[in-house]
């Protein structure tokens, strides 16, 4: 049977009068005005300046200007990869290079592919999303210069390390599945080179979430930066989250319920496309967390002095003992989140909770995928879920 992602999916009918699940409530002129205008601009600011979107969006080691770096400076290093967003699920708490002066949003997903062929590191590149609907899997998908270099490859492997896992209907643009476009990609370009495809995680994207120990505040939330657009969204701040739930209901009598019901669509999605990626990429696709050799190699590609600081652990300018553990821990984290869907089957997939003392091993263990952690599944009920920023 072919497959349908979620979202599109038949609904059972809404308990509403109308049976209706995706129409607006009749409004006057008025109102639907009103309704609109709320639609662009919702209640709250733009989110805070994104440090990756000041670069352009893909570029290349070999195209880089004489004296800057791909990665640049700690900060935006931070902003692409090292950034810990508070993670209740993982006990983690928000770790940022930039505190106390400032905070990433850490939203962004960042790509740095690199092709090792023979020997060689003949390509590397970096990319970002180039808008809402056009995420960066894509922009590095659609990129003449890796084409080029993986056409003219035999064998090897394309490592891509993303600071977000792939989406799967399951961001804001929910016709997406950045998912399956790697899948696609990996099977039109790399599979008939004999190329491998590496994919190495920084940070999962919402699996881990559970609609039960959210708040309905926070599903609103969610959902409603799908329905409604991007201003609605609080970044984690528990007055504008009440000030975004206002302005829902003010959309109509339905809204809220209609913004809760999308969130747990999304979610469900990213728990689907968690398992598709871990159990059903196609030959030579492989996905894993990040490990100590992989802040190796990141880190060569920033600047000359947080490579320095990186080296010398008395250096806590930005790279503290605390949030090197907090960084490690959140591989571990991700690690095993990663396992464990690689041990259940789509069906049975429901959120995970993992208890950081009992689960977590060293990150770079997790990589070949061998041990079966579904039995260590354990509690943090006792986390707070209100206190994360989504
Ligand atoms: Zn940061
Ligand atoms: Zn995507």
């Not at 208890?355 to 009920?381: F, I, L, T, Y």
Request: hydrophobic share 40%.
């Amino acid at each position: 049977m072919a497959y349908i992602p979620p979202h599109l999916r038949a609904k059972p009918p809404s308990p509403a009068a109308d049976g209706s699940t995706s129409t607006p409530p009749r409004s006057s002129l008025a109102s639907l005005l009103d309704q609109q205008a709320r639609t662009r601009h919702g209640p709250c600011a733009p989110a805070p300046t994104q440090m990756s979107l000041r670069r352009e969006c893909r570029c290349t080691l070999g195209g880089l200007p004489p004296a800057s770096s791909l990665l640049g400076t700690a900060d935006e290093l931070c902003d692409a990869f090292f950034h810990v967003r508070a993670t209740p699920e993982a006990g983690l708490p928000l770790s940022c290079v930039r505190q106390p002066a400032g905070e990433c949003e850490g939203r962004n997903t960042v790509i740095v592919a690199a092709l090792h062929a023979a020997g060689d590191t003949p390509f590397v590149a970096r990319y970002h999303n180039e808008g809402r609907e056009y995420h960066a899997e894509r922009v590095m998908i659609e990129h003449a210069g890796l084409l080029a270099a993986v056409r003219a490859a035999r064998g090897g492997c394309l490592r891509v390390h993303i600071s977000l896992q792939p989406c799967h209907h399951s961001s804001a643009s929910r016709d997406i599945s950045c998912t399956r476009a790697l899948f696609a990609f990996h099977e039109r370009e790399l599979l008939p080179r004999g190329v491998a495809l590496e994919l190495v995680v920084a940070y999962p994207y919402r699996s881990h979430w559970d609609a039960e120990h959210m708040t309905r505040a926070e599903l609103i939330e969610l959902g409603a930066r799908t329905l409604f657009g991007p201003r609605y969204h609080s970044n984690g701040n528990a007055t504008d989250r009440e000030a975004v739930v206002a302005a829902v209901e003010r959309i109509g009598p339905d809204a809220a319920d209609r913004a809760v019901e999308a969130a747990r669509q999304l979610m469900e999605s990213a728990r689907e496309g968690t398992a598709l990626l871990c159990r059903g990429a196609p030959h030579l696709f492989s996905v894993r967390a990040m490990g100590p050799e992989d802040w190796e190699w990141l880190v060569s590609l920033a600047d000359g002095e947080v490579q320095a600081a990186w080296r010398d652990v008395a250096d806590e300018r930005w790279f503290t003992p605390e949030r090197r553990k907090i960084r490690f821990a959140a591989d571990a984290w991700t690690a095993a989140l990663l396992d464990l869907y690689r041990c259940q089957s789509v069906e049975d997939q429901e959120p995970m909770e993992f208890n950081q003392e009992k689960d977590s091993k060293p990150a770079g263990e997790a990589r070949d995928g061998a041990e079966c952690v579904c039995a260590s599944v354990s509690s943090n009920k006792g986390a707070s879920l209100r206190a994360g920023s989504r």
